[in-house]
């Protein structure tokens, strides 16, 4: 280690930036000058930026992050979450540059407005601005220049009655900000970015235009899927026993292939979103359950759209996170 010290600054930089994520934490640990460099923003930046930066799956337990490695099919961190807080199944982890965010927990059994954010380069957390309203069940999405947009769901007041409010949250300026409301109330409801818009899907689908600042009503077929994500530039939905692809022209959702048997369990068995997706590289990580029970394991699997059948589905049989329920899913890349 002291022969690395030695080495001119810009030489030493160099192989650190080349220092896999799993492995940065015990290098900042040994190294004071590789700490200091490390949890730089223009570290993260130029790992980015020269194509040296990893892509894991954060996986969202009631308790604890799991930070997962798809190549070797293990996870390489958890991650605890601040003491009081839990998350629960309509609790929602998003990421956003080098921030894990999540919103939608509880404190003490009951919603709450926290926001809390872990910086994966200081590997510490912060509580940011109030979400304005606590809420469960709402539509929830990170959109791609980095704000966070919430709609919709119930209060803790009156769980039957849905809402009509909106927001938006500026990761830069740790800022929440109201959005004009909504047309129509929407109750259990989930979120997507889709080429420039906020799209609320539930009972009835609303958009919102940042540009013009304008909420819309959109007539979508279908909106009674299990689960909704703009995977692939595409919207990608998950029904009681097959992947879909919303056709926008035709307004219409085709059929891409069927769910694995084991995942067609999940859907008529638990409650409404109980499929998780995100992309990983050219792939889409997904998981669900076939029972409510938190004993049995959560199913994983990778899906490669357009791959040849037996290529196309890869069953993560080495992620057995059996004291783990899943409620949410993203992908990170640092």
Partial sequence: MDLLEELPEQIFRDILLKVPYKFQQQIKQLLE???EMMECPQFYQDRIKFGL????????GTAAISLYDPVDQSCIMRITIPSGFQASSDSQILCVKRNIILVGLSFQGKHTTETLIYDVLSSSWKQAAQIPTARSWFACCASPEGSIYIAGGRTNFNPRRALRDAAVYKVDEDKWELLPEMHQEVGVCTGVSFKGMFYVIGNTCQRFDSNTGLWSTVNMVGQSLLSIYV????LIGFGTNRIQQYDWKGNVWRELDPLPQELVQVS????WGQIYATVWWDRIFLCGKDTDSIDQPTIFYMYKPGAPLSERWISLDRLNLVDMEVVSVSTIEI
């Fill in 33 to 35: 000058p590789a700490k």
């Fill in 268 to 271: 008529p068995r638990v409650w």
């Fill in 53 to 60: 930066a990893e892509k894991y799956i954060c996986l969202l």
């Fill in 231 to 234: 995977l692939f530039e595409q």
